[in-house]
């Protein structure tokens, strides 16, 4: 796996303590979107109505009686990181929360159960390409079902029991409602959340790990921060990027970071700054088109 040394970054880095005029627009576009993000965490997006398409059936139970989940779709759900089955797996297996499914979690609706019995159904939407993807996979089928019963636990607060079935002759429950979901007016920020790293292997004593936040800031640009309070400048700082991989070393051994991303990183591209008074090193990460 081909790296960017530092020294393709280390210019950057240097004008960024220097405030030079490049380094400061760079700055500008990370503390900008920093800023949107903070902004989508706290306020209250608009939101546009939806018709989820039926897709297949699952009945459980709870204690208040028996539940479905209809499985729907819709184009208007955002698709989830493009990796094939064995880099998720790799990720699962270190039980790492890197990958997710966006998903719409419908309200809860009485419905009539085929011997005319009160029963619970909840309508839960992915993107229409992934449903299709997913289709053809009994992982990530399994997968789905067990991400939307989980947040439908958490939203809801139920205790759903963990066995369940897909119905043959019923693609859905009752009726499917229109669903409610974020719009896409703004351009859209996504949080990408914990990711596995190699550090996470390391013992306790030795290089501390710093905090990561790592997000898209549009389709074809990733964006990083890593807190680095013990620092108050970049001299010292090594970093290294390749096409799915960030390394980071701090002065003195006092940070390590191994990170490895589910994304083409144009490494060539990427350009670094540290910004004195928060203390962090901001990272942006140019991406390649994934290989058809």
């Avoid at 960024?16 to 576009?29: H, K, P, S, V």
């Avoid at 897909?166 to 703004?186: A, E, H, T, V, Y």
Wanted: hydrophobic share 40%; charged share 25%.
């Amino acid at each position: 796996m081909a790296m960017a040394d530092l020294n393709l970054l280390v210019p950057e880095l240097n004008e960024a303590e220097a405030m030079g005029a490049e380094t400061a627009r760079f700055q500008e576009l990370l503390l900008q979107a920093s800023k949107e993000l903070q902004q989508a965490q706290t306020s209250r997006p608009e939101s546009t109505q939806i018709q989820p398409q039926p897709g297949f059936c699952i009945k459980t139970n709870s204690s208040e009686g028996k539940v479905f989940i209809n499985i729907c779709h819709s184009p208007s759900i955002p698709p989830p990181a493009d990796m094939t089955e064995d880099e998720l797996l790799q990720m699962l297996e270190e039980d790492q929360a890197g990958f997710r499914i966006p998903m719409s979690l419908g309200e809860p609706h009485a419905e009539l159960d085929a011997k005319g019995q009160g029963c619970t159904a909840y309508d839960v939407a992915v993107n229409s390409n992934f449903y299709l993807r997913m289709q053809n996979s009994d992982f990530l089928r399994e997968l789905v079902i067990t991400i939307a019963r989980e947040g439908l636990e958490d939203k809801y607060s139920l205790q759903l029991n963990p066995e369940w079935r897909i119905l043959k002759n019923r693609p859905f429950m009752g009726s499917i409602s229109q669903q409610n979901i974020r719009s896409q007016q703004r351009p859209p920020i996504q949080e990408l959340g914990n990711l596995y790293t190699a550090d996470s292997l390391r013992p306790e004593a030795g290089p501390e790990k710093p905090h990561l936040n790592l997000w898209l800031e549009a389709p074809d640009l990733l964006l990083a921060e890593i807190d680095l309070p013990k620092l108050d400048g970049a001299l010292g700082l090594s970093l290294e990027i390749g096409e799915d991989h960030l390394v980071m070393g701090g002065p003195q051994q006092l940070y390590h970071l191994d990170v490895y991303i589910p994304l083409r990183i144009n490494s060539e591209e990427s350009k670094a700054a540290f910004h004195r008074k928060r203390r962090q090193l901001m990272v942006a990460m140019p991406l390649l088109s994934m290989p058809s």
